[in-house]
């Protein structure tokens, strides 16, 4: 495996469910991002981590809860989601403090709450 | 983080040249430009990024203008598989790259 991969590609749940989304990295990165893209809307940032410490909630509803075991894992646990909740849901990595630090992102994880 | 304003589309025969347009005109000195691009329903794909020389790399070239107050993002030979939406950003380069994604610019490359 290579680059940013991220499970499931497709997700389907209900209101009340508990699911995860997760996403791991093979470029040795220390940042790992978490983004939502709606339907016509610019990608927001949700959760950034640095060195495994959570640096960023950009003002997050409680109901996505990120976690980051490890550098390269970081995981979006998801629980009594809405309908507006419904988007692609985008994992990135970086590696900070050296070169570029640009952003490689996994494919992402399309979400939909019935 | 400074604010860039992209045309929300363009259009670009395929083979030629497609010319993406972006202003900044509020960047600061420790800013760079990067250009991403979105094809549908993917992950964004980094491109090229500068601070004010011109760069080139396999996929495009980036010039910048000598106030840096705007850039021009140059995909030379154009293909249906550069059909995409391309994103111009500016952000300092060090520290979590926290990129803030406007409206970019829906490109679409015509046979």
């Known amino acids: 495996e290579t680059g940013v991969t991220q499970t499931p590609r497709h997700l389907v749940m209900g209101m009340t469910n508990k699911k995860s989304l997760k996403c791991e990295q093979h470029l040795g990165h220390n940042a790992m991002y978490w983004y939502k893209q709606s339907a016509k809307k610019p990608l927001e940032l949700m959760f950034v981590y640095n060195f495994k410490e959570q640096t960023e909630n950009n003002s997050v509803p409680s109901r996505f809860s990120p976690e980051c075991p490890n550098s390269s894992h970081l995981f979006l646990h998801l629980h009594t989601l809405q309908p507006e909740d419904s988007a692609l849901y985008l994992c990135?990595?970086?590696?900070?403090?050296?070169?570029?630090?640009?952003?490689?992102f996994g494919a992402g994880s399309r979400l939909t709450v019935l | 983080d400074a604010k860039t304003t992209q045309p929300t589309s363009m259009d670009c025969a395929e083979g030629r040249a497609a010319n993406l347009p972006c202003n900044h005109s509020t960047i600061s000195g420790n800013e760079y430009v990067y250009w991403y691009r979105q094809i549908h329903s993917q992950g964004p794909q980094y491109i090229i990024h500068?601070?004010?020389n011109n760069e080139t790399n396999e996929m495009a070239s980036l010039i910048i203008t000598e106030d840096r107050k705007s850039s021009t993002l140059i995909l030379p030979h154009a293909t249906l598989r550069d059909t995409a939406v391309y994103y111009c950003i500016v952000r300092v380069i060090q520290g979590a790259q926290k990129l803030v994604f406007g409206q970019g610019t829906r490109l679409t490359i015509n046979p």
């Open positions: 500068g601070l004010k």
């Open positions: 990135a990595s970086s590696q900070m403090s050296t070169g570029a630090n640009v952003l490689t």
